[in-house]
């Protein structure tokens, strides 16, 4: 019936909505993952000049199968999506299980823990779930702990934020803190 496409039409534009962006900043992203990645292989090549202009540009367009998958983990990781932990497993496994919860509840909750991951590993809390998980092996020969970011980038992560948590500590304690305390 008229109704009812125009009522369908109608519920379908905000999912349009939102995917539109989705879109653009997916492709932006996946661009500059690819260009990055391109630049460091021709670094590790030894490339220099026209070499490494063409390598790139043919890196670019058309990324080694091998360079693909890393690209796509770190455009899901920028749009906050992608494999999540158990813990976050559990949780969006918990709301899925009612079909109109799945469908409007669970992508929100989906970014809410990936907001929340990506926060957690910036405090000293970060760190030390980091330090639990070399210590229990999970990095071993090139494994990844499940929904964790490759070692080298977590270690980056847990750094910057040991630096503003030791920077603001610093700060709160030369009394350089914009509220007053408790009297």
Not at 2 to 28: K, W
Not at 68 to 73: M, S
């Amino acid at each position: 019936t008229p109704i009812g496409r125009a009522l369908g039409t109608a519920v379908d534009i905000p999912g349009r909505m939102v995917a539109a962006p989705d879109a653009f900043f997916s492709n932006l992203f996946r661009g500059a993952e690819t260009g990055r990645q391109a630049a460091i292989a021709a670094y590790k090549a030894g490339l220099k000049g026209e070499e490494r202009v063409q390598f790139i540009q043919q890196f670019v367009s058309s990324p080694p199968k091998e360079a693909t998958a890393e690209i796509e983990r770190v455009v899901d990781g920028l749009m906050l999506r992608g494999e999540m932990g158990r813990l976050g497993d559990f949780i969006v496994g918990g709301l899925s299980k009612d079909p109109l919860i799945a469908s409007f509840v669970a992508p929100f909750a989906r970014v809410s823990y990936h907001i929340w991951n990506q926060g957690l590993e910036l405090t000293p809390a970060g760190t030390l779930a980091t330090m639990v998980d070399v210590a229990r092996g999970a990095y071993r020969e090139g494994a990844r702990p499940q929904g964790a970011r490759p070692l080298a980038e977590r270690a980056r992560t847990n750094a910057i934020g040991l630096g503003i948590t030791g920077a603001a500590t610093w700060q709160a304690l030369q009394g350089n803190v914009s509220g007053a305390g408790p009297d």
